[in-house]
């Protein structure tokens, strides 16, 4: 399993866009990219997955460069509830089973 | 979406007892259950996967015989934390994957804090 690299925490304010940015110099060519949000005391939820250029969804978008080395998780005007911990996971598509592998994690705090 | 659920949610033992959390998939089958603790501050760190109807698989550094997994129905997993102590306190979290409509993505829990004093 690709290892994963993130920022360990990084800080934002109400209604400013989130980037946060993971190095996985080891991606598999069959490898996904998925990231899950964590609150507080409670388990992790699926934000977004991709395989290369660019996904978006209603929560987030995810960009992938052309060697997918890297990826970037954008949370678009982030708001005081979006403050969590932010993991990306490199492997098997989430829906397709198998085991997650969790690195450090982001720990986002979002200020008034 | 998938529903699953954790009980109880917080547990407070005396050292040497034994703790049982449950993992319960509330509307979907969950052919496959996972088990994750995290300390404080830290990421979530697998401790084994069980397949309904056989003997979890438990993943390196994971003592098998204090940690007890059962996974003995579709809609039902448990951990047993077998004469706790203090350093096995922390957050347990399942999770549950399975057919329609979960199809194979997992779906986890709400966490357990288990504090041992």
């Known amino acids: 399993l690709a290892k994963t690299t993130q920022p360990i925490s990084m800080d934002s304010y109400e209604g400013q866009e989130v980037n946060i940015t993971c190095s996985h110099n080891n991606i598999a060519t069959n490898d996904y990219i998925t990231w899950y949000q964590q609150f507080p005391s409670q388990g992790p939820r699926f934000i977004i997955q991709?395989?290369?250029t660019k996904v978006t969804n209603e929560v987030a978008s995810l960009f992938i460069p052309a060697d997918r080395k890297s990826s970037t998780l954008s949370l678009p005007r982030v708001s005081l509830s979006d403050t969590a911990v932010y993991y990306c996971l490199v492997g098997v598509p989430y829906n397709q089973g198998g085991k997650l592998i969790f690195g450090q994690g982001t720990e986002l705090s979002v200020k008034p | 979406g998938a529903v699953v659920s954790q009980h109880p949610s917080r547990v407070i033992c005396k050292s040497g007892t034994s703790v049982k959390i449950e993992c319960r998939s509330l509307d979907f089958q969950a052919t496959t259950m996972f088990w994750y603790r995290q300390f404080p501050k830290q990421s979530l760190m697998l401790m084994a996967t069980s397949n309904e109807g056989s003997k979890a698989t438990y993943e390196q550094g994971v003592e098998k015989d204090k940690f007890l997994i059962n996974h003995a129905s579709l809609t039902l997993s448990t951990l047993t934390v077998t004469s706790a102590h203090p350093e096995d306190s922390s957050f347990y979290i399942c999770?549950?994957?399975?057919?329609?409509?979960?199809?194979?993505?997992?779906?986890f829990g709400p966490g357990t804090r288990l504090t041992v004093l």
């Open positions: 991709g395989y290369k």
């Open positions: 999770s549950a994957r399975g057919g329609t409509p979960a199809g194979g993505e997992q779906f």
